[in-house]
């Protein structure tokens, strides 16, 4: 699966899901393309730069510190995803946004049998993706429930999934 460079289209096909590729770390992360209202930096975010944004982003998601990742620096630089939905918008710091990716809904992979708990709620699936696998977040967790979540918890079970691609990683190697 290739990633699109922001800014090029493909085929208008009305089939294809379309998401927002970005890595935490060595951590594929997949935002839904209609959710996401903008692609900033933290300077731009923080000196309000968006007229649109200004002063009504509600909260930042800290998705590094939840997968456990302190291998992230924050720098002015550093792109922020901005989310949207209902009125409600958050904002999520990553390390590299990569492009766009549309797919068919059927590539879209279910999850694993040992995401058996509340992460069901926080992810909608998987994608392989560049020879890795891309984690779809949900963007009902990050606009609203997230706000309230368990961090501890939280931070367990996203570990889970960081164990799973680490693992086909090294099956990737192996090959």
Not at 35 to 47: D, G, I, S, Y
């Amino acid at each position: 699966m290739s990633i699109q460079e922001l800014g090029e289209s493909a085929p208008a096909t009305s089939s294809l899901r379309h998401f927002i590729i970005a890595t935490i770390g060595r951590r594929y992360l997949a935002f839904e393309a209609g959710f996401t209202k903008a692609l900033l930096t933290v300077q731009e975010v923080e000196r309000g730069e968006n007229p649109e944004l200004r002063g009504v982003v509600d909260r930042t998601v800290e998705l590094i510190m939840q997968l456990n990742l302190t291998d992230v620096p924050i720098r002015p630089e550093t792109p922020v995803v901005i989310l949207a939905d209902q009125g409600i918008q958050c904002s999520i710091r990553v390390g590299h946004i990569h492009g766009r990716l549309e797919i068919q809904p059927s590539q879209i992979l279910p999850l694993p049998a040992h995401f058996s708990s509340v992460e069901r709620q926080w992810y909608r699936g998987l994608i392989l993706i560049e020879h890795s696998i891309a984690l779809i977040l949900s963007p009902a967790w990050l606009l609203g429930e997230h706000a309230g979540s368990d961090a501890t918890h939280d931070q367990k079970a996203a570990l889970s999934f960081m164990d799973l691609q680490d693992s086909a990683a090294g099956e990737r190697r192996a090959c």
